[in-house]
């Protein structure tokens, strides 16, 4: 027989089916207790709440595992390409290598923008952040698509939408990355890869040949594997909820990016860089400081703690040991390095910080990286959008194809109870 937890509650039991899933995570299914006992559950932050059933990304926070589709991201990011492990996402199997031409011929056909949505560029005062011009721009991009606004009229278009946003996506983070700088925006070249393309695109130039260094190449498709996919987090639940009313692709990644953003999930590689950089010049390089202000409540430690992680984020682990290779490798030597790790020192041997459980995150060497890769750091978000964009399609894509029901959590009501009307005159 099924496993059952039993919930005893005004003088009745109730038994609650137990769901277990392939890596033996259980959960107990609530999904008809309001109706059997009148009761919701209440988890504020959803700390215990499974969404839904997946299929595409595991991870054990305990013990510091990460797989995409059963592959551990150690094997994917030495391993495999970025395009590969967007098809591993998309379609749940590495692609052999015909499918792997023929998936990346189809992104190159559609690399190029309309030109109207290069002119949006010009309603961006100088310094807007490319943040916020991304979530634009992915707004915008539904415009010049109409058939693909109701993803339940054309389901066969799908694909043809996933293919045109991952190809596009290149080219506008490129393209915000050249309007930053005042340049010429550079048109794609499908000579080159995906990753290779995306890099001509940001840092080649119109008067000079474009040759890609394979360094920053290699730097480059780690950097976007490791932030592929991180199942329910911040940004792929929003994108989820937003797909669940059936809005479509464009409108649900653009509320990932917005998600993203915040300085507690994505947009917090800005902030670690912005931290180290003030560690260096307005505290001379006084980590402890720092390490003492957070512990005070006084400020964060960006690019520290994860809501699943309480051991240490097998990403961070992977990036620590990249960032030395690659800064070696590129002739780099940055102050701010010798800091963060000094920091990392400093908190993981803090009674503050171990008794939390809190340890670098994905955010916390990536900064150091796209620095040393020539991105200015208000990008590094962007980047880190670049990279999760497959996942959000997997998760939208998984979604549609269990034909989920509309996300809609409930409450518990804490205002007033129904009191009488009074009129503006006899208000006090
Ligand atoms: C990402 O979820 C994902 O999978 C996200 C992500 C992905 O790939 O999609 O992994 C990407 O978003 C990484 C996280 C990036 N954010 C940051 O680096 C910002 C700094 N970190 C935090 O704000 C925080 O750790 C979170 C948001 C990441 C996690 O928050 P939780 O799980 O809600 O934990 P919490 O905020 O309740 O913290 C628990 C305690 C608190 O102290 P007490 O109230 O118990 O005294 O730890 C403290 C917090 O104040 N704390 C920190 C801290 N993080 C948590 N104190 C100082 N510095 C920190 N960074």
Redesign the pocket.
């Given at each position: 027989m099924a496993e059952t937890a039993t919930l005893s509650y005004g003088g009745k039991s109730y038994e609650l089916p137990i769901i277990t899933g392939t890596e033996n995570e259980s959960a107990i299914d609530i999904s008809k207790l309001r109706s059997d006992s009148g009761l919701i559950t209440f988890d504020e932050?959803y700390k215990n709440t499974g969404s839904t059933i997946s299929n595409i990304t595991f991870l054990d926070g305990e013990k510091g595992i990460l797989h995409y589709r059963g592959y551990t991201i150690e094997d994917l990011a030495s391993k495999a390409s970025f395009v590969e492990v967007i098809y591993l996402l998309l379609y749940g199997e590495l692609p052999t290598q015909t499918q792997l031409s023929e998936f990346e011929g189809s992104i190159s056909k559609h690399t190029l923008v309309h030109e109207n949505l290069v002119k949006v560029f010009e309603v961006f005062p100088t310094g807007s952040h490319p943040m916020g011009q991304l979530m634009t721009m992915m707004s915008a991009l539904s415009s010049f698509y109409p058939d693909s606004l109701n993803p339940n009229k054309k389901p066969e278009e799908t694909n043809l939408t996933v293919i045109r946003l991952l190809a596009k996506m290149t080219t506008m983070c490129a393209m915000i990355h050249k309007k930053g700088k005042g340049h010429p925006v550079l048109y794609p070249q499908n000579k080159y890869d995906y990753v290779t393309n995306f890099l001509y695109m940001t840092f080649g130039n119109v008067s000079e040949e474009y040759i890609a260094d394979p360094v920053i190449v290699d730097a480059m498709n780690k950097l976007l594997i490791l932030?592929a996919d991180?199942e329910q987090?911040?940004?792929a639940s929003t994108v989820r909820i937003v797909g669940s009313s059936h809005a479509n692709l464009y409108a649900s990644i653009a509320a990932g990016i917005a998600a993203l953003w915040g300085?507690?999930?994505?947009g917090?590689n800005q902030e670690v860089l912005e931290m180290l950089e003030d560690i260096r010049t307005n505290a001379g390089g006084d980590v402890k400081r720092a390490v003492a202000e957070?512990k005070d409540?006084k400020r964060?430690?960006?690019?520290?703690?994860?809501?699943?992680y309480k051991n240490f984020d097998p990403r961070a682990k992977i990036i620590k040991v990249a960032c030395d290779n690659i800064l070696a490798k590129l002739g780099v030597n940055d102050p701010l390095l010798a800091i963060a790790k000094e920091l990392e020192e400093v908190a993981l041997n803090d009674p503050y910080f171990v008794e939390?459980k809190?340890y670098p995150?994905?955010?916390f060497y990536s900064g150091i990286i796209y620095k040393a890769l020539g991105f200015p750091t208000p990008m590094f978000t962007v980047l880190f959008a670049l990279g999760r964009l497959p996942g959000w399609i997997a998760q939208w894509k998984e979604l549609r194809e269990r034909n989920e029901n509309i996300g809609r959590p409930r409450q518990i009501y804490t205002g007033y109870t129904q009191r009488a009307f009074t009129n503006i005159a006899d208000r006090k």
């Open positions: 932050g932030h991180h987090n911040c940004s300085p507690r999930h994505g917090a957070a409540k964060l430690l960006f690019g520290f703690g994860h809501r699943v939390r809190l995150n994905v955010d």
